[in-house]
């Protein structure tokens, strides 16, 4: 069984919904986009338990939840926390902490033992083995993970369209956890008919749908929902 706990399930600016991020097995932060530290309370999961982060890209509904979670960090001593995404992940981080925190951010980095990693196409963090492929979201870079979990492959994509590398990440996963924007096909971003459709294309994988605009696709997550899989 994989534990997801989900803190947020939404598109950028949904009304109905927070934005995204997953916990795994309570260890793994994936996307950040949610109120972090508020909704781990909430699903009792231990801030300070986090043993890495994976984002699969740089927008702000899937990352700007970091300077809080990475403050509580400097201030609870824990152990090691990388981070892990696309190329230029270092410079993004250290931007945003640095508006959010000032000059006293440098100091919190070393606290909290943050170290950045750029993802490869297969590699090993927190004792986790993972592959990552680059998806297809517009001008933005975007890597979806393939996570190796005691004999479970976890599939999380972030933001795409569907495209082969799409096919190729849920390819033969238990669990995979993929967008479902909003009925409208879009050039960036997966539609509810076709989230169905890659769900039945991949009938040996258990689908669950997050990133939603509005509404409720058949399949999808709720907020604060957890799920055993
Ligand atoms: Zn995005």
Redesign the pocket.
Known sequence: MVKLAFLGTGA?FSLERYNGAVVVEGRLLLDAGAPLLHHMHRLDIDPGRIEAVFLT?F?G??ALGLPTFLLYRAFHPSGPLPLLGPPGIADWVEQLCRLAWHEDWPGFRERARVTYHEAAPSGRIAGVRYESLALD?GS?E?RGYRLHLDGRVLAYAG?TVVSPALERLVEGADVAITEATSPHPSGVHTSWEQAQALAARHPGTRFVFNHVAAGHPPGAARDLEVIEV
């Open positions: 950028a890209h927008h509904d899937h979201h933005m975007c933001d």
